[in-house]
């Protein structure tokens, strides 16, 4: 296959498992979150109380561990061992 081949069929493909991905979370997973009392939300959604709360909770525990990474063909993205960060 050329390289114009090989990346129109990886982005078919890429396409496909995304569409399968939404569906598989909308249809399945987001359902059975709101069974367990889990609603997901968007910031809008929240009043000014609650984004306070998770503003504080953010940069308290959140943000002090976040660590930046270079990603580029110089710094491949890190081994994830075990599916953990």
Do not use: C, M, N
């Amino acid at each position: 296959l050329s390289p114009r081949e090989q990346l129109r069929r990886i982005s078919e493909r890429t396409q496909q498992i995304a569409s399968r991905h939404s569906h598989v979370f909308l249809d399945s997973v987001r359902p059975a979150l709101a069974e367990e009392g889990i609603v997901i939300v968007t910031w809008a959604e929240l009043d000014e109380a609650e984004r306070g709360k998770l503003s504080t909770y953010f940069h308290e525990q959140v943000f002090p561990v976040l660590t930046p990474l270079a990603v580029d063909p110089a710094h491949p993205f890190p081994f994830v061992s075990g599916l953990s960060l």
